[in-house]
């Protein structure tokens, strides 16, 4: 399994980047998890539209959904020039079915998941655990062929859900919105020593820091994750490939 990140900015994204995307790649499937602002442009980079399968996105927060009306068009324009031959298939949190505006079903294929939801796209199992957050928002899981695991946060607070759900995984990626000197401001996001101390919890292999904020020294959120966390601690960034 071939983890690429596109985009790892929370709310809007920094010049020539993105905000979450994170494309999935094993055998038989080419997965994107979230296609929030200047994903669609940057996932070229790295994988021809022809060939994406699926979208999972987490909620409906434009930092996870903005691009995704675009992807639509050029799956329409892709096919209709005979350069896809297949809709594109895209999941998405089934509380939140109605909020989507899609309007070419000839392209796109809309599925609904909720937290009991199993889904395999290649040779990937995904499953999903709903998060803290102020709007409903999934937690993803994905577990290859030979049984390496990768979760991917979503957003979300601070949660004993989550803690079980990324069990052991090889790959921890999860949001650090906040640093900690701003604990206790927002409940729906997690400050980077929430994360060290989730991904501590968890006894995950390695945790990935993703979903920045726009200010400060982003190293200091390793610094602080890793007062919780022991294990290898990194920071995304746009174009980051990891391989379980
Ligand atoms: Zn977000
Ligand atoms: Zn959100």
């Not at 809309?110 to 939801?117: L, N």
């Not at 030979?146 to 990324?166: H, M, N, P, R, W």
């Not at 401001?185 to 991904?199: D, F, Y």
């Amino acid at each position: 399994m071939n983890i690429t990140v596109i985009g790892c900015w929370g709310a809007y994204p920094e010049k020539n980047e993105a905000t979450s995307g994170y494309l999935v790649e094993s055998e038989g499937g080419k997965i994107l998890l979230d296609c929030g602002s200047g994903v669609l442009s940057r996932l070229q980079n790295h994988c021809p539209l022809e060939e994406l399968d699926a979208v999972v996105l987490t909620h409906t927060h434009a930092d996870h959904i903005a691009d995704v009306y675009s992807l639509e068009f050029a799956i329409l324009i892709l096919m209709q020039i005979g350069k896809r031959s297949k809709p594109l298939d895209i999941y998405v949190n089934g509380e939140e079915r109605g909020s989507f505006a899609f309007e070419y079903p000839d392209y796109v294929r809309v599925h609904s998941i909720d937290a009991d939801t199993v889904l395999t796209i290649g040779s990937v199992k995904l499953e999903f655990s709903e998060t803290v957050h102020d709007i409903p928002c999934f937690a993803v899981k994905l577990t290859s062929q030979e049984g390496k695991t990768f979760v991917y946060s979503g957003d979300t607070g601070y949660c004993q859900a989550l803690i079980d759900f990324s069990r052991s995984a090889d790959v921890l990626l999860i949001e650090s919105s906040f640093y900690d000197w701003q604990a206790g401001k927002m409940e729906w996001h997690l400050t980077a020593g929430e994360a060290g101390k989730i991904a501590a919890l968890a006894g995950v292999g390695q945790a990935i820091l993703t979903h920045f904020p726009h200010y400060g020294e982003l190293t200091q959120l390793a610094e602080e994750a890793s007062r919780h966390y022991a294990g290898p601690i990194r920071l995304a960034y746009c174009g980051m490939q990891v391989h379980i």
